[in-house]
């Protein structure tokens, strides 16, 4: 949709995270760092890039965050949901992401972030067992709590407004089924405590009613089926989604349309990762992992146009593997395979060994979806916001049209939406 209006960013922006482990808290904490002058937002479109304008006097690189009026770093307050009671600076150090000499800096302000209960239906993360929880007698009332949160915190924390953006674990695969069709066979679900209706669907259900908009960062549904795009249009609040593109797919995305672009041929794409954290712990149960899969897999078929290329791509294996290894922690490790041919069908292999941090490279785009969404929404846009699929594995495209998943397209349409929000050409 394009904006209609744009209201300045005013007051304080209240940032809920449903999920505060290593992600939200790497991100907490890098704010309030980058606020003091303490740390730089490496990795954050809205604080370091520039984008690309034409005004009267030729082109210029204007920094991003000056070409529309973001909410400001001091303006944000911080909240959000877990399973678990620990405050901010507890879960930072329990996830051992960032030293103790960044969260000493920061401590006394880490301390004061304390977790609401959680939404917690086992089935959907059973890896995970939940102390810090919530209890209500249907999934309906379990909305109608988090709604109570929701308004509590904002009047407490004296924002103007808010944004979501899901932090939590991917829970177990499912497919849209009828109960996600429509507003009212959604509402009939929570009533009658409908098995499809998840622990993020619950939340994003209740943000939504807010008013709030919501990105998800994982890749179950969540945002992503017809009764939630109503809502969202109903409602007039942005959504975008889903699962955020860190390590191994964002490399997928870059390598990709460099053999795309050059014509060479794929054979195979091996990819595995091992990872230590409570994602790696969750992802270990196979329906889990079913998620993030389906989720990984989706990027290079649609980045080569396999039905477009078949000499090409039109056989090509892809695998992926995700390994739970304890003592790697948050310091993800990704190997890929990668065997392409060339002129005579001649083979030849790339190798790449990705060692990267997991949640550093998560928390500038936590950022950036948060400023983003807040932005849509002070100018009026609602409902599916694609134009953010840069920082998603999986983005969300309207039905009938396919996602867009090479990362340089994306970024041209990232930009060009700026643009129009800003009202400036290119």
């Not at 210029?60 to 000056?66: D, G, N, Q, S, T």
């Not at 992401?97 to 006394?108: D, I, P, Q, R, T």
């Not at 915190?153 to 808010?162: I, N, S, T, V, Y």
């Not at 939340?203 to 990105?215: D, H, N, R, S, T």
Request: aromatic letters at 8%; charged letters at 25%; proline letters at 6%.
């Amino acid at each position: 949709m394009s904006p209609t209006r744009l209201s300045p960013p005013t007051g304080r922006l209240g940032v809920l995270m449903p999920g505060m482990g290593a992600v939200a808290t790497t991100t907490i904490a890098g704010v309030m760092l980058a606020r003091r002058g303490l740390g730089l937002p490496i990795g954050s479109l809205t604080q370091m890039a520039t984008l690309p304008l034409q005004r009267r006097d030729g082109a210029v690189e204007v920094p991003l965050k000056e070409a529309v009026p973001l909410a400001r770093l001091d303006q944000l307050v911080f909240g959000g949901w877990d399973l678990f009671p620990d405050d901010a600076l507890q879960s930072a150090t329990h996830a051992e992401v960032l030293s103790e000499k960044h969260l000493g800096l920061v401590a006394e302000e880490l301390r004061a972030v304390k977790p609401m209960p959680a939404v917690f239906y086992p089935e959907y993360v059973r890896r995970l067992h939940g102390t810090h929880v919530k209890k209500a007698p249907s999934k309906a009332e379990m909305v109608a709590q988090v709604r109570d949160d929701i308004r509590r915190f904002l009047r407490d924390e004296g924002c103007d407004r808010g944004v979501a953006v899901w932090c939590g674990s991917t829970e177990v695969y499912r497919e849209a089924s009828a109960v996600h069709q429509s507003i009212e066979r959604f509402e009939d679900g929570l009533r009658h405590n409908s098995p499809e209706i998840s622990n993020s669907q619950i939340y994003a259900w209740a943000l939504l009613q807010e008013g709030i908009p919501m990105a998800n960062g994982s890749p179950g549904l969540t945002v992503d089926f017809p009764a939630m795009y109503e809502l969202a249009r109903v409602r007039g609040v942005p959504i975008a989604g889903k699962d955020f593109k860190t390590g191994q797919t964002l490399m997928k995305t870059v390598i990709g349309p460099a053999l795309k672009a050059r014509m060479l041929g794929l054979r195979g794409w091996y990819s595995t990762n091992i990872l230590g954290n409570r994602d790696g712990e969750v992802l270990d149960d196979p329906d889990s992992f079913r998620s993030k899969e389906v989720s990984k897999l989706g990027v290079l078929e649609s980045v080569l146009a396999k039905d477009a290329h078949p000499d090409l791509y039109g056989s090509f294996a892809h695998k992926v593997r995700i390994d739970y290894y304890p003592p790697r922690g948050d310091q993800k490790e990704g190997w890929d395979n990668i065997d392409f041919f060339g002129w005579l069908h001649y083979p030849m292999q790339m190798k790449i060994n990705l060692h990267c941090r997991d949640s550093i490279l998560a928390a500038p785009i936590v950022l950036d979806l948060a400023l983003l969404l807040d932005l849509a929404g002070r100018a009026g846009m609602s409902g599916m916001q694609d134009w953010l699929g840069f920082y998603f594995k999986a983005p969300m495209s309207a039905p009938g049209t396919l996602a867009e998943h090479d990362l340089f397209v994306q970024q041209v349409r990232l930009h060009d939406a700026i643009r129009r929000i800003a009202r400036e050409e290119v």
